[in-house]
Every structure is written in structure tokens, then in C-alpha cells.
């Protein structure tokens, strides 16, 4: 791993992070009911593009299962501590940095290790339950329940690209990363307009 790629990607990250305010599906809007759970994960590119690329991310790391567990306790204790009113500090500009992370990952083909992978997946897991948690409308264990099984089926699609022969999975990550890196320049720009 070329250290000094990682450290510009990581510099990257936190100064586009802390310029964005806002992220494409996280409107404020009041979400409710199961179909609209299970269709929120994929009408969001933001969350498209984070949960294929965290699933392409988790299957090569050496924890993948643990950090996949964690993602979606997480995602469940975030989900949680939002409709308890309880906010996760900048949240928005760190929904927009995971999907900027998995787009910076892919692209880059970083391989980190367990303690960073974990870490990654439970901050991922963690800050878009709790932006979900907080949006909830008057139905949120039924939209929890639909959100949770689209999270888990995308998540799932991305570890399948992954585990393809690497003459595909090579495409098909750098597919996804550069769509993850679109959705960020989009967001970014839609902030500054």
C-alpha cells in the first residue's frame, strides 16, 4: 500500500467533507412505511454507490464478516439514537465523506487492514442509521425493516462483485468507485450552487 496515496486521499476526503453540507437522499423529509424503506437505499446514488462500494471494500478485508456485522449493528444503533432525537455531530458532511471513502477505496484499489476496515464500516453504519433514525416518519420499525433488507441485499450485490474473476471485478469496482466519486462532485457542487 503506497502510503502516500493514502494519506492525499485522506486529506481529500476531510477538506470535501467539511466544505458539503448536504447529501442526495437525506433531505429532511419524514420517511415511512416498509415499501419505502425498501425502496430508499436504491433511489438514493448516494446510497447506491456506498453500499456497493462497502461491500466491494468489506470482502477484501481480513475482517469482512466481522466489519459487515458491525455495519449493520451499527446501522441499527445509529437508526436508534436518531429516533431517540439524538444527532451524530456534522452529520451530513460525514454521510457525504463515506461515500467519498468508498469512492477514494475502489478507486484507488487500498486494501487496509481489520482495525481500519471495522472502524470504516462502523462509522458507515453508525451515521446513515442515524440520519434514517432521525427522518423517520410515523411508521419507522416497518421502514427500518424494509431499509434494513435493501442495505443488506446491496451490500451483498457489492461483496458478489468483488468475489468475481479479477479481470471483472477490477472493471466493476472502478465502475462503482467512479460512480461513488461522481455522486460526491455532484453533491459538492449542488452545495456550492
Known amino acids: 500500500m503506497n502510503m502516500r496515496r493514502v494519506c492525499i486521499s485522506l486529506l481529500i476526503m476531510v477538506t470535501m467533507v467539511l466544505l458539503t453540507t448536504v447529501s442526495q437522499a437525506h433531505t429532511g423529509n419524514h420517511e415511512t412505511g416498509f415499501s419505502t424503506g425498501l425502496l430508499h437505499p436504491i433511489s438514493g446514488w448516494d446510497h447506491l454507490a456506498a453500499l456497493l462500494a462497502l461491500g466491494i471494500f468489506l470482502f477484501h478485508s481480513r475482517s469482512a464478516w466481522v466489519?459487515?456485522?458491525?455495519?449493520?449493528?451499527?446501522?441499527?444503533?445509529?437508526?436508534?439514537?436518531?429516533?431517540?432525537?439524538?444527532?451524530?455531530?456534522?452529520?451530513?458532511?460525514?454521510?457525504?465523506g463515506t461515500v467519498f471513502a468508498g469512492a477514494a477505496l475502489l478507486l484507488a484499489r487500498i486494501k487496509v487492514g481489520m482495525v481500519c476496515a471495522v472502524l470504516l464500516?462502523?462509522?458507515?453504519?453508525?451515521?446513515?442509521?442515524?440520519?434514517?433514525?432521525?427522518?423517520?416518519?410515523?411508521?419507522?420499525?416497518l421502514f427500518l425493516l424494509g431499509f434494513f433488507i435493501s442495505s443488506f441485499l446491496l451490500t451483498f450485490v457489492g461483496c458478489f462483485?468483488?468475489?468475481?474473476?479479477?479481470?471483472?471485478?477490477?472493471?466493476?469496482?472502478?465502475?462503482?468507485?467512479?460512480?461513488?466519486?461522481?455522486?460526491?462532485?455532484?453533491?459538492?457542487?449542488?452545495?456550492?450552487?
Open 67 to 96: 466489519s459487515v456485522s458491525l455495519f449493520f449493528v451499527l446501522l441499527l444503533v445509529g437508526f436508534t439514537l436518531g429516533l431517540l432525537g439524538m444527532s451524530v455531530p456534522i452529520l451530513e458532511p460525514v454521510l457525504i
Open 121 to 141: 464500516s462502523s462509522v458507515f453504519g453508525l451515521v446513515h442509521g442515524n440520519a434514517h433514525g432521525l427522518e423517520s416518519g410515523s411508521q419507522p420499525m
Open 161 to 193: 462483485v468483488a468475489k468475481l474473476q479479477e479481470s471483472y471485478q477490477v472493471i466493476l469496482s472502478r465502475l462503482i468507485g467512479a460512480a461513488a466519486l461522481g455522486v460526491f462532485v455532484f453533491c459538492f457542487v449542488k452545495e456550492l450552487v
